[in-house]
């Protein structure tokens, strides 16, 4: 397994961070790690760091916490849920962070243990440039639409050997990230993640969209004209797709 968490499990570590932010516990782990950590400082200098990283570590609001308690609640002890529930807990969440939610979403994703590319990850990168076989048609994929935040698979394709273009929107107009080595040549393939991207690569894109609220669903899904949804469609209506891992249940499957 790619070790990634799921949308339920996600948006529970999100709000567990909501109510330890600022926390006497956390304040105490980030002035251990700076004192204890590997980082070298002049003499006098280490207090003045730890000043520095405490004088973020603002709690959030009364009434802020209490909403994020009870959404972590609900979310937490329900044995079955729907998208509606994880899109209301997600929206407590973007809530509470603000600005800074992209950012613990991408450490949640990176920081919270080793992730791990999967025999799914592997089959995909050999179908960008399959070896040609006597007798036997050898199909090729030129597009990928994913639905997921990381960038496993273009880690995983790049590795294989080849170049790639990740898609994404940022204030709802698609941006792209090419590979350097690329030089303006159009790459091995095309990733769309049109559900917003949030790669390992600090050089990425600032300011990317992420759909994971209601009204960030209801901004791409709710519009026809919609970027997410022209290209999603532009995808099913012209060219064979196979479908990896997707439900097709939800209120806004196109």
């Given amino acids: 397994p790619a070790k990634l968490p799921g949308w339920k499990d996600l948006v529970i570590r999100v ?97 919270s243990g080793p992730l791990e590319t999967t025999k799914t990850h592997q089959s995909i990168a050999r179908m960008v440039r399959p070896a040609p076989q006597p007798h036997r048609p050898s199909p090729r994929i030129f597009s990928i639409l994913t639905y997921n935040f990381d960038d496993l698979i273009e880690r995983t394709i790049r590795n294989a050997g080849h170049k790639v273009t990740a898609h994404c929107s940022r204030n709802g107009q698609w941006v792209y990230q090419s590979d350097p080595s690329c030089d303006h040549r159009p790459a091995a393939i095309d990733v769309w993640h049109v559900h917003g991207y949030a790669p390992f690569d600090m050089k990425a894109p600032s300011g990317l969209d992420l759909v994971l609220t209601a009204e960030e669903f209801e901004r ?20 064979l797709g196979l479908i990896i891992g997707s439900s097709l249940t939800d209120d806004y499957a196109i």
Wanted: negative net charge; glycine residues 6%; proline residues 3%.
């Fill in 15 to 111: 709000l567990q961070l909501v109510l330890d932010f600022g926390s006497d516990a956390q304040r105490a782990r980030v002035a251990a790690n700076i004192r204890e950590g590997p980082l070298t400082f002049a003499w006098g200098e280490v207090e003045e760091h730890v000043r520095e990283a405490l004088a973020g570590l603002i709690p959030l609001p009364p009434d802020s916490r209490a909403e994020a308690e009870s959404a972590l609640q609900e979310l937490s002890t329900k044995s079955s849920y729907t998208s509606a529930d994880l899109m209301r807990a997600s929206s407590v969440a973007k809530k509470c962070f603000g600005d800074r939610f992209y950012d613990h979403l991408k450490g949640i994703l990176y920081f």
């Fill in 220 to 239: 791409d899904y709710g519009n026809d004209n919609s970027i997410s949804r022209v290209v999603q469609k532009a995808h099913f209506n012209h060219a």
